[in-house]
C-alpha cells in the first residue's frame, strides 16, 4: 500500500488493508502450481491461481532468477524406475499475474534431485543439476533447448560404503549452490559426507573440483546456505549445511585464499532437536535457510507437534563469529517438510509438507527471529503417502 494511503488508513483506524504476496509450489504427481497469499493482520488466505505441466513427470525442485523472472524446474522422474529413461530441465518466464509460460526445455539422464544456475556474466549462463542416484553432477549451458546437450558430468566414487551403510552405499550428491561470489559451486554429498567444491570457469562454465570439506563420518549432508557477518564483504564467511543422517546443522568457516579455491573448515554441528532429545526412528532432517542473523531447520516425520505434524528449528547467529545456538523448536505445520522459504521482508515463512502436500505460512519477525502462529494454509494436489517418493516437492517465494 502506498505510504501516504496507509498514513490516511492509520489515522481514519481503519483496518490495515491485505497484503498480497505470490508463491510457486512444484508436485511430484507433474505440475507446478502458482499461488497467491493475501494477508490481513494475523490471518491470511493462501489460493492457487494456475498449475502448469511440463517440468516431466516428477518435478523436485525450483530456482527462481528473479532479475528476469525465470523460473528452473528440475525432474527426478527417470533415475532407475521402470519404463522411464530420462527426465527433463524446464524453463519457464513468471507472467506479472503469477502464471507460468513454458520457454525451454533440455533432456536430461534423469534423477536429479536439485539444480542451480551459475556462469556467464551475470550469473545465469548455465545451469548445474545434482543426481542422486547415478551419483553425478552435470551442467547444461543456458538457455535451455530441445538440442542442448550436457556441457559435463562429474561422477564420484567411493571406496566401500560410509557409516550409513544402507544410505552410503555410494556418493549422493544433493543439492549444488553457488557461493555468495559466484565463483565457486558446492555440492552437499550425503552419501560420502563431503561438500565437494568446485571452481567456476564464468566464460565456458567448466567446473574444476577442488578440495572438499569434509562432514562428520555418517553426517550425510544434503543441503547447505551462506552467511556473512557483513553482506556482500566474505570477511568472516560461513556456510551451514543440514545433514540429512545425523539429524544436525553444521556450521563452516568459509576462507578465500588470494589465489586458488575457497576452503571448508567444519567448526560445530548442532543437532535438529532441543538439549536432551534425539531424532525419532524414520526422522531425517531436510532443508535450511538464513535470514538475517537467525537459521532454521525442518525435521521430516518427527511428528513433535502431531501425527502429520513435524518441526522446524531456529539458531541464533553470532553476529560477529557466525557460532549457532540453538533456540527453540516449533510447528512446521507439515507433514515431512521436505522444503520451505523465507520471504525477502523476513516476514513469513512458507513450509511445504510433502507427505501432507500443503504450503503452510508462518508469521516471522524479523528483528527476534521469532516464528509465530500459522497465518494461511492450502492443500495442494494430492497428499503423498508416508514414505514414499510422493507429494509435494518444492516451494518458493515469487520476489
Ligand atoms: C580409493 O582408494 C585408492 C587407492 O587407495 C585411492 O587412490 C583413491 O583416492 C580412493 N578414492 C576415494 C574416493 O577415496
Ligand atoms: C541410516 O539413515 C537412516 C535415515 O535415512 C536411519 O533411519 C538409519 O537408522 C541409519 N542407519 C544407521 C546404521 O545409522
Given at each position: 500500500?502506498?505510504?501516504?494511503?496507509?498514513?490516511?488508513?492509520?489515522?481514519?483506524g481503519?483496518?490495515?488493508?491485505?497484503?498480497?504476496?505470490?508463491?510457486l509450489?512444484?508436485?511430484y504427481?507433474?505440475?507446478?502450481?502458482?499461488?497467491?497469499?493475501t494477508?490481513?493482520?494475523?490471518?491470511?488466505?493462501?489460493?492457487?491461481t494456475?498449475?502448469?505441466?511440463?517440468?516431466?513427470?516428477?518435478?523436485?525442485?525450483?530456482?527462481?532468477?528473479?532479475a528476469?523472472?525465470?523460473?528452473?524446474?528440475?525432474?527426478?522422474?527417470?533415475?532407475?524406475?521402470?519404463?522411464?529413461?530420462?527426465?527433463?530441465?524446464?524453463?519457464?518466464?513468471?507472467?506479472?499475474?503469477?502464471?507460468?509460460?513454458?520457454?525451454?526445455?533440455?533432456?536430461?539422464?534423469?534423477?536429479?534431485?536439485?539444480?542451480?544456475?551459475?556462469?556467464?556474466?551475470?550469473?545465469?549462463?548455465?545451469?548445474?543439476?545434482?543426481?542422486?542416484?547415478?551419483?553425478?553432477?552435470?551442467?547444461?549451458k543456458?538457455?535451455?533447448?530441445?538440442?542442448?546437450?550436457?556441457?559435463?558430468?562429474?561422477?564420484?566414487?567411493?571406496?566401500?560404503?560410509?557409516?550409513?551403510?544402507?544410505?552410503?552405499?555410494?556418493?549422493?550428491?544433493?543439492?549444488?549452490?553457488?557461493?555468495?561470489?559466484?565463483?565457486?559451486?558446492?555440492?552437499?554429498?550425503?552419501?560420502?559426507?563431503?561438500?565437494?567444491?568446485?571452481?567456476?570457469?564464468?566464460?565456458?562454465?567448466?567446473?574444476?573440483?577442488?578440495?572438499?570439506?569434509?562432514?562428520?563420518?555418517?553426517?550425510?549432508?544434503?543441503?547447505?546456505?551462506?552467511?556473512?557477518?557483513?553482506?556482500?564483504?566474505?570477511?568472516?564467511?560461513?556456510?551451514?549445511?543440514?545433514?540429512?543422517?545425523?539429524?544436525?546443522?553444521?556450521?563452516?568457516?568459509?576462507?578465500?585464499?588470494?589465489?586458488?579455491?575457497?576452503?571448508?573448515?567444519?567448526?560445530?554441528?548442532?543437532?535438529?532437536?532441543?538439549?536432551?532429545?534425539?531424532?525419532?526412528?524414520?526422522?531425517?532432517?531436510?532443508?535450511?535457510?538464513?535470514?538475517?542473523?537467525?537459521?532454521?531447520?525442518?525435521?521430516?516425520?518427527d511428528?513433535?507437534?502431531?501425527?502429520?505434524?513435524?518441526?522446524?528449528?531456529?539458531?541464533?547467529?553470532?553476529?560477529?563469529?557466525?557460532?549457532?545456538?540453538?533456540?527453540?523448536?516449533?510447528?512446521?505445520?507439515?507433514?515431512?517438510?521436505?522444503?520451505?522459504?523465507?520471504?525477502?521482508?523476513?516476514?513469513?515463512?512458507?513450509?511445504?509438507?510433502?507427505?501432507?502436500?500443503?504450503?503452510?505460512?508462518?508469521?516471522?519477525?524479523?528483528?527476534t527471529?521469532?516464528?509465530?502462529?500459522?497465518?494461511?494454509?492450502?492443500?495442494?494436489?494430492?497428499?503423498?503417502?508416508?514414505?514414499?517418493?510422493?507429494?509435494?516437492?518444492?516451494?518458493?517465494?515469487?520476489?
Amino acid at each position: 500500500m502506498p505510504r501516504l494511503l496507509s498514513l490516511v488508513v492509520a489515522a481514519l483506524g481503519l483496518a490495515p488493508a491485505a497484503i498480497a504476496d505470490k508463491l510457486l509450489a512444484s508436485h511430484y504427481s507433474g505440475k507446478v502450481y502458482s499461488l497467491d497469499l493475501t494477508v490481513s493482520g494475523s490471518t491470511g488466505t493462501l489460493k492457487s491461481t494456475s498449475s502448469t505441466g511440463g517440468c516431466g513427470k516428477m518435478p523436485t525442485w525450483l530456482t527462481l532468477d528473479s532479475a528476469t523472472g525465470t523460473l528452473y524446474c528440475f525432474d527426478e522422474s527417470g533415475a532407475g524406475q521402470q519404463g522411464v529413461s530420462g527426465g527433463v530441465v524446464t524453463s519457464y518466464t513468471v507472467n506479472t499475474d503469477g502464471s507460468l509460460t513454458q520457454t525451454g526445455q533440455s533432456k536430461t539422464a534423469g534423477g536429479e534431485v536439485h539444480g542451480s544456475f551459475y556462469g556467464g556474466s551475470t550469473g545465469t549462463g548455465f545451469v548445474a543439476m545434482a543426481e542422486y542416484d547415478a551419483s553425478t553432477v552435470t551442467t547444461f549451458k543456458l538457455p535451455l533447448t530441445s538440442s542442448n546437450q550436457a556441457l559435463q558430468k562429474e561422477k564420484f566414487t567411493m571406496n566401500g560404503s560410509g557409516p550409513n551403510k544402507s544410505r552410503q552405499d555410494k556418493p549422493h550428491p544433493h543439492s549444488v549452490i553457488t557461493d555468495p561470489t559466484g565463483k565457486f559451486l558446492l555440492a552437499p554429498d550425503l552419501g560420502a559426507d563431503l561438500v565437494r567444491v568446485f571452481s567456476i570457469d564464468a566464460s565456458s562454465g567448466k567446473l574444476t573440483a577442488c578440495a572438499a570439506g569434509q562432514a562428520g563420518g555418517g553426517d550425510g549432508p544434503r543441503h547447505g546456505a551462506f552467511w556473512s557477518p557483513k553482506p556482500g564483504s566474505t570477511t568472516g564467511q560461513m556456510l551451514y549445511t543440514v545433514n540429512e543422517l545425523g539429524n544436525s546443522v553444521s556450521a563452516w568457516k568459509v576462507t578465500y585464499p588470494s589465489s586458488g579455491c575457497l576452503t571448508l573448515a567444519k567448526s560445530q554441528t548442532v543437532s535438529t532437536y532441543p538439549a536432551g532429545k534425539s531424532a525419532p526412528a524414520g526422522s531425517k532432517a531436510a532443508e535450511l535457510h538464513v535470514s538475517g542473523n537467525f537459521l532454521y531447520a525442518v525435521n521430516r516425520n518427527d511428528k513433535t507437534f502431531g501425527a502429520k505434524e513435524d518441526s522446524i528449528v531456529t539458531y541464533s547467529i553470532d553476529a560477529t563469529t557466525g557460532a549457532i545456538t540453538f533456540v527453540e523448536q516449533t510447528n512446521a505445520h507439515a507433514w515431512y517438510p521436505r522444503t520451505f522459504a523465507i520471504n525477502k521482508a523476513g516476514t513469513y515463512v512458507a513450509i511445504g509438507g510433502q507427505t501432507s502436500s500443503n504450503v503452510a505460512i508462518i508469521q516471522r519477525d524479523p528483528t527476534t527471529g521469532k516464528l509465530g502462529g500459522l497465518v494461511a494454509n492450502l492443500a495442494i494436489a494430492t497428499p503423498g503417502t508416508d514414505g514414499a517418493e510422493d507429494g509435494l516437492s518444492a516451494v518458493i517465494w515469487d520476489e
